[in-house]
């Protein structure tokens, strides 16, 4: 009776590794065990065996639904030091991590100097997003920017804009910090026309509103994307210093007389709507 006992178990194994279930195959020792200590019945000893593998499998979902989105680095909310800038709301922050705001189709507009918290906010709103089986795009505005006139002198332009469209949440990083020609300030207004009311942009700027106009080298096309953005908007705007500075209060103190930062820190306030 040991002898088959011992068999099935090793055909269970074999088994396992025939299904290609590597979760399952690697807990089967630990669940047999406690089935013979008396601590989990032959059900739960199921149950716990088919969890195994399922949390593998969502694991790896996990993973390859992060490669594809192209996050830069992995941040979470648990790592946002709220007590280093204060003027950040965590009642705000923890409220859009519920994600209310994709199933509205409302964009976050985050503003503020360098080293603040903007792109470790974004993307820990993008990972929450990707945890909840949602589709995230993450690119500079540099990048995407490159890839549409890529598109465009490839001839594949209106895919490009198609499948941009859909990514349930698109993450537009650093708009204001490297020049944009013309042609590329026009292509993503296209991108942002196609998503505005249909999906969730997250948008981060170390410049203001005012600001955007020389961004883009077109006051009235950068009044009518503000405007879009705007219309179903949620604004953080993060006034305070450097976390990548928090040791160098006196480098700090240097650069808050520096030319390069903005004239004003953040931009104008509206609610979503
Ligand atoms: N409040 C914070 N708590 C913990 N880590 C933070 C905090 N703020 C920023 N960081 C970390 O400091 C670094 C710089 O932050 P981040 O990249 O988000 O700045 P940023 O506002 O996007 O700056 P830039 O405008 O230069 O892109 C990152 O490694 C980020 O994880
Ligand atoms: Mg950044």
Same mark, same amino acid.
């Given at each position: 009776? &040991?002898?088959?006992?011992?068999?099935?178990?090793?055909?269970?194994?074999?088994? =396992?590794?025939?299904? /290609?279930?590597?979760?399952?195959?690697?807990?089967?020792?630990?669940?047999?065990?406690?089935?013979?200590?008396?601590?989990?019945?032959?059900?739960?000893?199921?149950?716990?065996?088919?969890?195994?593998?399922?949390?593998?499998?969502?694991?790896?979902?996990?993973? @390859?639904?992060? *490669?594809?989105?192209?996050?830069?680095?992995?941040?979470?909310? $648990?790592?946002?030091?709220?007590?280093?800038?204060?003027?950040?709301?965590?009642?705000?922050?923890?409220?859009?991590?519920?994600?209310?705001?994709?199933?509205?189709?409302?964009?976050?507009?985050?503003?503020?100097?360098?080293?603040?918290?903007?792109?470790?906010?974004?993307?820990?709103?993008?990972? $929450?997003?990707?945890?909840?089986?949602? !589709?995230?795009?993450?690119?500079?505005?540099?990048?995407? #920017?490159?890839?549409?006139?890529?598109?465009?002198?490839? %001839?594949?332009?209106?895919?490009?804009? /198609?499948?941009? %469209?859909?990514?349930?949440?698109?993450?537009?990083?650093? +708009?204001?910090?490297?020049?944009?020609?013309?042609?590329?300030?026009?292509?993503?207004?296209?991108?942002?026309?196609? *998503?505005?009311?249909?999906?969730?942009?997250?948008? @981060?700027?170390? &410049?203001?509103?005012?600001?955007?106009?020389? #961004?883009?080298?077109?006051?009235?096309?950068?009044?009518? =994307?503000?405007?879009?953005?705007?219309?179903?908007?949620? +604004?953080?705007?993060?006034?305070?210093?450097?976390?990548?500075? *928090?040791?160098?209060?006196?480098?700090?103190? $240097?650069?808050?007389?520096?030319?390069? &930062?903005?004239?004003? &820190?953040? %931009? !104008?306030?509206?609610?979503?709507?």
């Amino acid at each position: 009776m &040991k002898a088959t006992v011992s068999a099935l178990r090793d055909r269970l194994r074999t088994q =396992l590794a025939d299904l /290609k279930m590597p979760g399952a195959l690697e807990a089967i020792d630990g669940i047999l065990h406690q089935v013979d200590g008396g601590q989990l019945s032959p059900p739960a000893a199921m149950v716990a065996l088919l969890d195994a593998q399922i949390g593998l499998r969502n694991s790896r979902r996990l993973q @390859t639904a992060m *490669r594809s989105s192209r996050l830069p680095a992995i941040k979470t909310l $648990a790592d946002f030091d709220f007590t280093f800038q204060p003027s950040v709301k965590r009642d705000q922050i923890d409220s859009l991590h519920s994600l209310g705001f994709l199933d509205r189709r409302e964009n976050i507009i985050l503003l503020g100097p360098p080293g603040v918290g903007k792109t470790h906010l974004a993307l820990s709103l993008a990972v $929450a997003t990707v945890e909840s089986g949602r !589709r995230v795009y993450y690119a500079t505005l540099a990048e995407l #920017i490159a890839s549409l006139e890529e598109a465009q002198q490839a %001839g594949t332009l209106q895919h490009r804009l /198609k499948t941009l %469209g859909f990514s349930t949440l698109m993450i537009v990083d650093e +708009i204001g910090y490297l020049p944009i020609s013309r042609t590329g300030a026009m292509l993503f207004f296209q991108v942002m026309a196609r *998503r505005y009311e249909r999906a969730s942009t997250i948008l @981060t700027s170390n &410049k203001t509103f005012e600001e955007w106009g020389e #961004i883009f080298g077109d006051e009235v096309m950068a009044a009518a =994307l503000i405007d879009r953005l705007l219309h179903h908007c949620h +604004i953080v705007n993060i006034r305070g210093n450097s976390y990548r500075l *928090r040791h160098h209060a006196d480098l700090r103190s $240097a650069l808050r007389g520096a030319p390069a &930062k903005p004239k004003e &820190k953040g %931009g !104008r306030e509206a609610p979503a709507s």
